[in-house]
């Protein structure tokens, strides 16, 4: 009996080892993940602010859908228009596209809310630009008399005249999550994981981003500019990198920054432009992104927005002004 016992136990003694290894591996493998912020497939994730029964409601979307609903949020405030409206075009976006701006739909609709270029929305290309789409949206919207105190779904409906007039309504919780973060009213609610590819990004293309969706008076010196021209010099200020160089001088791998600065009394705008940017970080190559005392990289976005410990002067941005780092 001895004899056949011992190699059976040997057996079991070598797979318990094998299996303790590839935990240990396993536990290695995901804690190398979390400290670098690669935590697979880049998500994007809105979350509502702490609730006393400890109970968040988050959103859950892929950095295309983060990026058109951070598009359709920030037309509607550059518009003036109040959160109820954003709420309203996110709700409508996401039943309509899923917040994904598709070239499809039924009969001639396209775009994040499937307009019909047949019914006088503009052409299939002007629908499918984003901003314009949301545009044309929120001035439908405004000719809708009280529509801010109408449920949801008859808002949105008396834009979109849908043969599903009701599916607009399970959307608004989503929507009104979406929309506290988007628009600033809850700080640090929205963050981005796994987009740091390592693929070098454009101060130029940022500038006319922002100019494009909040309107060109949000960087100082740019109104009356082009957008599409992007960084460099505009109207005196320079797209500078982090140790205080201009575009093209020496040290090209540092890290250029586009700085937009804020009223220190509008605590929500800096978080506004703050979740933009970090919604566009896949697309526009933003490798980082800092209010105040917090900041979100890319390098370590499982970690979301982390507190900016010791950091003092021209490292750490002032009150709401929000600093932006590309990927160089």
């Given at each position: 009996m001895s004899e056949t016992a011992s190699p059976r136990r040997r057996g079991r003694l070598f797979r318990l080892a094998a299996a303790f290894t590839v935990l240990l591996a396993l536990a290695g493998y995901v804690a190398v993940r979390y400290v670098s912020g690669d935590s697979g497939p880049p998500r994007c994730t809105a979350r509502a602010a702490e609730s006393s029964d400890g109970d968040v409601p988050t959103y859950?979307?892929?950095?295309?859908?983060?990026?058109?609903?951070?598009?359709?949020?920030?037309?509607?405030?550059?518009?003036?228009?109040?959160?109820?409206?954003?709420?309203?075009?996110?709700?409508?976006?996401?039943?309509?596209?899923?917040?994904?701006?598709?070239?499809?739909?039924?009969?001639?609709?396209?775009?994040?809310?499937?307009?019909?270029?047949?019914?006088?929305?503009?052409?299939?290309?002007?629908?499918?630009?984003?901003?314009?789409?949301?545009?044309?949206?929120?001035?439908?919207?405004?000719?809708?008399?009280?529509?801010?105190?109408?449920?949801?779904?008859?808002?949105?409906?008396?834009?979109?005249?849908?043969?599903?007039?009701?599916?607009?309504?399970?959307?608004?919780?989503?929507?009104t999550l979406l929309s506290?973060?988007?628009?600033?009213?809850?700080?640090a609610t929205l963050t981005c994981t796994g987009t740091g590819d390592g693929e070098p990004g454009d101060p130029a293309k940022v500038r006319a981003a922002l100019s494009r969706a909040f309107g060109p008076e949000v960087l100082p010196g740019t109104a009356g500019a082009d957008p599409a021209a992007g960084g460099g010099e505009a109207g005196g200020q320079t797209d500078r990198r982090a140790d205080g160089q201009a575009d093209g001088e020496t040290d090209a791998k540092a890290p250029a920054e586009v700085e937009v600065p804020v009223a220190a009394s509008d605590r929500a705008r800096g978080?506004?432009?703050?979740?933009?940017?970090?919604?566009?970080?896949?697309?526009?190559r933003i490798a980082e992104v800092s209010i105040g005392d917090r900041v979100w990289s890319a390098a370590k976005s499982g970690q979301g927005w982390r507190k900016t410990e010791g950091q003092s002067g021209p490292e750490k941005s002032a009150a709401n002004d929000v600093r932006m780092r590309i990927a160089q």
């Open positions: 859950e979307m892929s950095p295309e859908q983060a990026a058109n609903a951070a598009t359709i949020s920030a037309v509607g405030t550059t518009r003036g228009l109040p959160e109820r409206a954003v709420t309203i075009a996110l709700a409508t976006a996401l039943q309509e596209s899923a917040l994904r701006n598709i070239d499809y739909g039924d009969r001639d609709s396209v775009g994040l809310f499937q307009q019909r270029p047949s019914k006088g929305w503009g052409t299939v290309e002007q629908i499918l630009d984003p901003v314009y789409s949301a545009g044309k949206f929120y001035a439908e919207l405004a000719e809708v008399p009280g529509y801010s105190r109408l449920p949801l779904t008859e808002a949105a409906q008396r834009v979109q005249r849908s043969g599903f007039p009701q599916a607009y309504a399970k959307h608004e919780p989503d929507a506290a973060a988007l628009t600033g009213r809850s700080a978080w506004e432009f703050a979740h933009w940017a970090v919604a566009r970080s896949a697309d526009l």
